[in-house]
């Protein structure tokens, strides 16, 4: 199994970017999934995170500017990012609840991360 996200670069204050993340393998549910993000020097924090069946959580950080939604169909999570703040830089880590066979357990998968970075 492999979580790859992709979408990061610079942008300018109040610009926008959009992540993805997209889950591919031997897959057979993927439940929870979620952003993450580690700005320098700090420890990785929750930014948002989705159910299968799309129940959201948002820290209030980011709360009415990010909005995750995901494709189940497609294996896939994004992370629509408006009203950008220089305190937004991190690299953004997709976090995924996966299931590989019926009756296997569950395991949670990471990205290798996206760097966002806003300028002021």
Known sequence: ??????????????????LSCAAS???FN??????????????????????RDGRV???DSVKGRFTVSR???????YLQMTSLKPEDTAVYYCHANIQTTMRGPRNVYWGQGTQVTVSS
């Open 71 to 77: 494709d189940n169909a497609k294996n896939t999570m």
């Open 30 to 51: 993927i439940f929870d999934m979620g952003w993450y993000r580690q700005a320098p020097g700090k420890q990785r924090e929750l930014v948002t995170t989705i159910t």
């Open 25 to 27: 393998g031997s897959i």
């Open 1 to 18: 199994v492999q979580v790859v996200e992709s979408g990061g670069g610079l942008v300018q204050a109040g610009g926008f970017l959009r």
């Open 57 to 59: 959580f948002d820290v």
